[in-house]
């Protein structure tokens, strides 16, 4: 029989274990850096697709990006869900964007939109 001691007084257990992203951060006291640098909506299971195209080009572009995989197709809900992320900014690709061929970028934090045609949404967070 093979009897294996585990030492649980040097294993932290999972829930005090620090989060990785709390080692990060370079001093006492600073803020963390935020997780996202870009949030995408998909306002539809038909806006899927641009959505993540949108986001594989800003993130080629360096910048950290996530898409919204909630089931709420609410702008409201996905702007909620943006902030909560810490994203500095937030793409906005509804229907009428979409027919447009244009991509709103929000500015969490002033709450500015400026509209950019979506195959230079890229470009414009490397200017």
Same mark, same amino acid.
């Given at each position: 029989?093979?009897?294996?001691?585990?030492?649980?007084?040097?294993?932290?257990?999972?829930?005090?274990?620090?989060?990785?992203?709390?080692?990060?951060?370079?001093?006492?006291?600073?803020?963390?850096?935020?997780?996202?640098?870009?949030?995408?909506?998909?306002?539809?299971?038909?806006?899927?697709?641009?959505? !993540?195209?949108?986001?594989?080009?800003?993130?080629?572009?360096?910048?950290?990006?996530?898409?919204?995989?909630?089931?709420?197709?609410?702008?409201?809900?996905?702007?909620?869900?943006?902030?909560?992320?810490?994203?500095? !900014?937030?793409?906005?690709?509804?229907?009428?964007?979409?027919?447009?061929?244009?991509?709103?970028?929000?500015?969490?934090?002033?709450?500015?939109?400026?509209?950019?045609?979506?195959?230079?949404?890229?470009? !414009? !967070?490397?200017?």
């Amino acid at each position: 029989m093979l009897l294996v001691r585990v030492d649980h007084a040097r294993t932290p257990a999972p829930h005090t274990a620090r989060r990785p992203s709390a080692a990060l951060s370079s001093s006492v006291g600073e803020k963390p850096a935020p997780a996202l640098d870009v949030a995408v909506t998909v306002l539809g299971d038909d806006q899927a697709d641009a959505a !993540f195209r949108m986001a594989a080009a800003v993130r080629r572009a360096g910048l950290r990006t996530g898409v919204y995989l909630g089931s709420s197709g609410k702008l409201a809900r996905q702007l909620k869900w943006a902030a909560a992320e810490g994203a500095r !900014f937030c793409l906005i690709h509804g229907d009428r964007e979409r027919a447009a061929g244009e991509v709103i970028v929000r500015d969490m934090t002033s709450g500015e939109q400026t509209t950019h045609p979506v195959a230079q949404v890229a470009a !414009f !967070f490397t200017k």
